[in-house]
């Protein structure tokens, strides 16, 4: 199995920063791609940024310019660097993890979700 752990939501004023980490863990060959999507209330989840072993990255139009994936290969870990925060980013941000667990299993993990609120 692979669990993902995801730190760093909470309050922030508008044009303010935060940093949201996510580890994954367990039975992990290879990661392929990690991401990070968010769930406003009453709307459905949306991509914010993923990116691939390789380092490509791919990042919504809205906060691009704003935010920054990366990732720690060797510790399994993707970051989100979220700068200029707007209102409208507020959202439950929800990590995930695509690899291979053995030559056989892939795995296509969520974690629990980190909130992010912005204040006006």
């Known amino acids: 199995q692979v669990q993902l752990v995801e730190s760093g939501g909470g309050l922030v004023q508008a044009g303010g920063s935060l940093r949201l980490s996510c580890a994954a863990s367990g039975s992990i060959v290879s990661v392929n791609a990690m991401g990070w999507y968010r769930q406003a209330p009453g709307k459905q989840r949306e991509l914010v940024a993923t990116?691939?072993?390789?380092?490509?990255?791919n990042v919504a139009d809205s906060v691009k310019g704003r935010f920054t994936i990366s990732r720690d290969g060797a510790k399994n870990t993707v970051y989100l660097q979220m700068n200029s925060l707007k209102p409208e980013d507020t959202a439950v941000y929800y990590c995930n993890a695509q690899g291979r667990s053995s030559l056989t299993r892939r795995f296509d993990v969520w974690g629990q979700g980190t909130l992010v609120t912005v204040s006006a």
């Open positions: 990116i691939i072993s390789g380092g490509s990255t």
